[in-house]
């Protein structure tokens, strides 16, 4: 697939389904979030591979979120499911350290990057995905159980698989007025 092409028309995909990347698939995915500018060489992000019985843990940890977090029964039910809306997530954190030239934004940012490679490495191999966060991601328990210290910062879920539907429909050129201009 051509960059460019793919760089113009992406489209995320929230309803997937298996094959989830495997083997080199993967390994080419993890590599392009490696391949994120990073700013001092710091490589300050985690990437966790959720897939088969770990979206089972990772439900079990969600809903236990949700139960003790109090926050009902209509939100542990959709915090038990919502790993199952793909056959595999990759949860990046960001590893943020003090640094006398690399401020803690910039290495967010640096991790951020890392998942934008993932979804478009896995979309050249024909695979699809959607980064979502909420607000598990500043959750205690979930943060406890995913392992982040205190400076860490979950910047997000990559969902990943093979698109249920057709593609969804390619994006409209945009106009650029209102967010470019020129010096
Ligand atoms: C940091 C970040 C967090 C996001 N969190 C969510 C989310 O929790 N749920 C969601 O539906 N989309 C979320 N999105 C947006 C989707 O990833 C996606 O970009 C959006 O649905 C627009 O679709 P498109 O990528 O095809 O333009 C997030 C995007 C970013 C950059």
């Known amino acids: 697939m051509n960059a460019l092409e793919l760089l113009l028309n992406r489209r995320s995909v929230s309803r997937l389904t298996t094959p989830a990347p495997e083997g080199n698939e993967l390994q080419n995915i993890l590599a392009a979030g490696m391949r994120a500018p ?3 060489a710091l490589r300050p992000w985690h990437f966790i591979v959720i897939q088969g019985e770990g979206m089972n843990k990772f439900s079990n940890l969600l809903e236990k979120a949700a139960i003790e977090g109090g926050l009902g029964k ?3 039910e959709k915090a038990k499911n919502a790993p199952y809306r ?3 997530i990759i949860t990046v954190i960001a590893k943020v350290v003090e640094h006398a030239k690399v401020p803690a934004w910039e290495q967010v940012v640096a ?4 998942v934008q490679a993932m979804q478009m490495a896995a979309v050249a191999q024909g695979f699809s995905g959607i980064w979502r966060s909420g607000s598990w991601t500043e959750d205690p328990i979930v943060r406890a159980g ?3 210290e205190e400076n860490d910062k979950i910047v997000g879920f990559l969902y990943l698989g093979t698109p249920e539907l057709r593609a969804p429909a390619k994006v409209a050129t ?4 209102n967010f470019v201009s020129y010096l």
């Open 111 to 114: 991790a951020g990057c890392a």
């Open 146 to 148: 995913l392992g982040c």
């Open 86 to 88: 793909a056959p595999m």
């Open 38 to 40: 990073d700013h001092g």
């Open 174 to 177: 945009p106009d650029l007025t």
């Open 74 to 76: 209509e939100i542990e």
